[in-house]
């Protein structure tokens, strides 16, 4: 071995050292010899202090094992063979027991070699290495670890495997059933009764052993008396009996007939009873605990399946036997009922697939007896109870264990919706009971307790049909109606808790339709929000929902009701439309991102308002003012400003002040835009501010995303009363821009043209081609081939600047290309020829495709257009066929198929405008320049004129045909 090489195999090796390793494991790996040069180092102890070389010489043996085994000679096979049993009697004999993750890359080997040989040129694979077990522990770790990796590899369902790879193991399976089974099993028993209690480690390996082959081996080889007794004395054992837990759990699980199903299940569950595992104690450990829930809610869930099978009419059907089953679930209910009520959360969700499940075996029922009745109400119950928040739960700083604790909540708000379907009035006639009852005291209660009650007030809706939940019409909405009266009536919404808080705003958000009904309620539920309870609360978690809960109230179904009380809002909320400057040091109640939704709900209660135009001019001055005023002042500091990380700040701050206008006009419809409501004047002034920041070259590109998203705003809401202001924000928004700006610019030129179409052809037309000028400037620039970040930013403009050449043409404003000088629009065509023809994107290639199919279809016609027409002949034509050709065209990926789909269309264009003129032109001038055959140039032709789907089918033959 080359000992230099190999000193770059270690942690603290540095880069060269770690190159030369790798070289030197590639010259390994290909050498016919490297793999037995690795083998004769593990065989004879060689190295046998670094780990390191020891897991390099066996990964070079997999790759031999992995890509060339199975071609090798006879000799080769038997070295490996050879190889195998000596490291094995090495690694038992030399006292030094391997890493673990050296003995599992061992077992791999082992494994591999197994797929190859066994049955029939290894036979006694497993013989071989049961011999191996007078050697002591280390062969007995081994075998096990070697089992292991044959069930990764054979076995294990979550791996997927090839239709060879799926019948190779079918047939070692079966070999290993017929061959060597029992042998096995008898094995696996000796080692749980010899080393139970001297190697609990190796014990509980073996118990994982017997886990994973019980799937697929004769169930009555483990499911008896010798193995039932060890598995239950283990159960009772500390350190063994989460293993045990988890064998039995995988015997239970085995697929088998619904009567031996039972059975088993019931024999198991008998024995647990009686040697008194299932006993739950408050001392007991969590993650055994966890393990006994998880065997619970197994027997559960398959005893319900066995139950269907048995009571279907088909094969299984036993009427008789699906009674005794029918008895076993509910035998099992009060131990789903224990466990589901732990105290540990891990627990609890253990066994929450069984009360989906018994659930919705309740619903199967022809009728339910008083002892589900009694069921339903305790797994009512206890659902409540394990929804309460645990005194650990941290809210001012939520992490991952209350990350745990939501999801773990939301399987028990699914079981609350299964019992809320299952039986209705039942459920409702409870939750009020609990709800009522702890908001009517929640001075006096815990807080858990009241913030599930105010949850199950949410979660009614789930119990009630959507009519009724959200429109509280019928007789089941009388409960939720009762319980809203209690939840605004009570004052719980001043409870000190943010937990409680928040799910009061939750909830009257959700049941908005409520003050519909009940409009008494409504002013309450304003204050609530816009005083400390909601958006000046101490907690800024709570602050920040309720700044976008009330923008989700102020938009629902209310906005009528709002009249009496907009002003009043606007003047609670106006500390709240402060923008925040560096410079006053004042720390804003809300973020910026909490202010968007403030300035979004202002916006929808003034343009909602019953106020004329005038009123709503001014109201909407006033909401932006706080913006206006300061906008200037402190673009002027900024430029001014020599501090970068103050001039960061002011930035941002002018920023979210755009942002802030932006979110403004939000509050418009197409039913109420801003010329119905009288506010245009109020949104042009305050473009013709946020236009002033353009000028500046302190974070241009910051202060130029907030113009351009402004813009992208007014173009929606304000009609033509943009267009003055397009001229002066192009000029300096394409002032000496990079690829990245030109590309984010190109987005407002299509909306524009998809908007005003017409309108704004003159302007189009004067721009065009200063615009595409100053596109391809900026391509054109040297860029250092290492700059990934320019190079992409470089690729995103080229495919924009193709997307805006096909918005003026989907927008049927192509007059703006048309009527530029004939010199620019041929510069022009041929970029698009280019990208068609060039281009390495398909989406981007196909683009340019479906434009250039566009333009003949524009401007195919000879009299019209000749120099179009000319154009078709001499570039279009050969970019149909060119592009196809290029090595970089894979007809084999889904893209690049549809990109000749559009080739396809695009000839067919042509032959449509043409006619027999190109099928002659095809015939006598083109085809034969590229040296097809007369009867191939004939086949071409005939297939042109054949319907599309035909000819699309015919140029993937053609293209892959020309190009193999």
């Not at 938009?555 to 909320?573: C, H, N, P, T, W």
């Not at 970089?888 to 006619?915: P, R, Y």
Request: aromatic letters at 10%; proline letters at 4%; hydrophobic letters at 40%.
């Amino acid at each position: 071995m080359d000992d230099d090489a190999l000193r770059g195999l270690g942690p603290m090796a540095d880069a060269q050292s770690q190159a030369r390793a790798c070289q030197y494991f590639e010259q390994l790996k290909a050498a016919d010899t490297g793999w037995q040069l690795c083998a004769n180092v593990l065989a004879n102890g060689m190295y046998q202090n670094n780990d390191h070389v020891k897991f390099f010489c066996f990964q070079v043996i997999e790759h031999f094992l992995k890509t060339r085994y199975m071609r090798s000679s006879a000799i080769e096979q038997q070295q490996i063979k050879s190889f195998l049993m000596t490291w094995l009697q090495v690694q038992s004999c030399s006292g030094n027991l391997d890493k673990s993750f050296i003995r599992n890359k061992a077992a791999q080997i082992f494994s591999l070699t197994f797929i190859v040989d066994y049955p029939h040129k290894w036979p006694t694979f497993f013989s071989d290495i049961l011999q191996s077990f007078t050697l002591g522990q280390p062969a007995v770790d081994m075998y096990l670890r070697i089992l292991v990796a044959i069930d990764s590899e054979v076995v294990d369902r979550e791996i997927v495997h090839s239709h060879e790879e799926s019948e190779r193991n079918t047939r070692i399976k079966d070999a290993m059933r017929d061959g060597c089974v029992q042998m096995l099993v008898d094995s696996w028993f000796q080692i749980l009764t010899t080393y139970r209690n001297s190697n609990p480690e190796m014990t509980c390996l073996s118990l994982d052993v017997i886990g994973a082959y019980i799937s697929w081996i004769d169930i009555n080889l483990i499911a008896n008396n010798r193995f039932v007794g060890v598995l239950m004395q283990f159960m009772t054992m500390p350190l063994l009996r989460e293993s045990a837990c988890d064998c039995i759990h995988e015997i239970v699980s085995k697929g088998m007939d619904p009567v031996m199903k039972t059975k088993l299940i019931e024999s198991f569950a008998s024995v647990l009873q009686d040697t008194g595992v299932m006993a739950v104690s408050d001392d007991e450990e969590g993650d055994f605990l966890a393990k006994l829930s998880k065997l619970v809610n197994t027997m559960g869930i398959n005893l319900i399946g066995a139950w269907q099978r048995l009571g279907k009419v088909g094969e299984h059907h036993n009427p008789d036997m699906a009674k005794e089953c029918l008895v076993a679930v509910e035998n099992k209910v009060p131990l789903m009922l224990t466990y589901l009520g732990n105290e540990d959360d891990d627990v609890s969700a253990a066994v929450a697939g069984f009360s989906h499940e018994y659930l919705d075996f309740l619903k199967q029922m022809t009728a339910i007896s008083p002892k589900q009745k009694e069921n339903f109400e305790n797994l009512l119950f206890v659902t409540v109870k394990k929804m309460k928040y645990d005194e650990s739960y941290n809210f001012d700083s939520e992490g991952e264990e209350e990350a745990m604790f939501q999801e773990y909540r939301k399987q028990l708000r699914r079981i609350m919706n299964h019992l809320a379907t299952l039986d209705t009035e039942l459920f409702l006639v409870r939750m009020h009971s609990i709800a009522s009852q702890s908001l009517m005291s929640w001075k006096s209660v815990d807080y858990q307790d009241v913030e599930v009650a105010i949850l199950l007030v949410y979660q009614l809706a789930e119990a009630i049909p959507s009519s009724a939940g959200h429109h509280f019409t019928g007789p089941k909405a009388d409960v939720l109606l009762e319980l809203m009266r209690t939840l605004m009536n009570s004052g719980v919404s001043h409870h000190p808790h943010s937990a409680v808080t928040l799910q009061f705003f939750e909830t009257i958000v959700r049941y908005e339709r409520f003050f519909l009904q009940e409009p008494q309620h409504l002013a309450e539920a304003l204050i609530a929000f816009l005083d400390e309870r909601g958006l000046r609360n101490s907690s800024p978690h709570v602050r920040s929902r309720s700044a976008y809960l009330f923008s989700r109230f102020v938009k629902g179904a209310l906005r009528s009701q709002f009249q009496d009380y907009v002003e009043d809002i606007l003047k609670r909320m106006q500390d709240l439309l402060i923008l925040s400057s560096p410079d006053n040091g004042h720390q804003h109640l809300l973020t910026s991102d909490d202010q968007l939704f403030i300035y979004e709900t202002a916006s929808i209660l003034i343009v909602g308002g019953n106020f004329p135009p005038e009123k709503k001019q001014l109201l909407m001055k006033e909401l932006l003012s706080p913006i206006l005023n300061k906008f200037g002042g402190i673009l002027n500091k900024m430029q001014r400003e020599r501090d970068e990380q103050k001039q960061l700040m002011y930035a941002e701050c002018l920023a979210s002040a755009m942002a802030f206008a932006s979110r403004t006009s939000k509050g418009f419809s197409a039913q109420m835009n801003m010329k119905l409501c009288g506010c245009s004047l109020a949104f042009t002034e305050t473009l013709k501010v946020f236009l002033s920041a353009l000028g500046s070259t302190v974070h241009r590109q910051r202060l130029h995303a907030g113009v351009r998203q402004f813009l992208h705003r007014m173009v929606v809401c304000l009609d033509g009363e943009i267009l003055p202001f397009i001229p002066v924000a192009m000029e300096s928004l394409l002032k000496s821009p990079d690829a990245r700006e030109l590309h984010d610019f190109i987005p407002l030129m299509n909306q524009l043209a998809t908007k005003f179409k017409n309108t704004i052809v003159p302007f189009l037309e004067q721009v065009f081609m200063p615009f595409v000028t100053t596109i391809f400037q900026v391509l054109q620039m040297p860029t250092d081939e290492r700059d990934q970040v320019t190079a992409s930013e470089k690729r995103m403009l080229h495919r924009s600047y193709f997307l805006f050449i096909s918005c003026l043409l989907t927008n049927n404003i192509h007059d703006v290309l048309a009527n530029q000088e004939p010199q620019n629009i041929h510069q022009v065509l041929l970029t698009i020829i280019q990208g068609a023809r060039d281009e390495p994107d398909p989406p981007t290639q196909k683009m340019c495709f479906l434009i250039l199919r566009k333009l003949v279809t524009l401007w195919g016609d000879e009299a019209t257009h000749p120099a179009f027409h000319k154009f078709t002949y001499e570039n279009i034509l050969p970019a149909c066929f060119l592009a196809p050709m290029k090595t970089s065209f894979d007809l084999s990926d889904a893209q690049t198929v549809l990109v000749l789909n559009e080739v396809s269309s695009c000839m067919k264009t042509i032959h449509e405008k043409k006619g027999n003129e190109f099928i002659k032109y095809l015939q006598t001038d083109y085809l034969p320049t590229l040296n097809l055959t007369p009867e191939k140039i004939q086949e071409y032709c005939q297939a042109l004129k054949s319907e599309p789907k035909m000819f699309k089918s015919y140029m993937k033959v053609f293209f892959t045909q020309a190009k193999s």
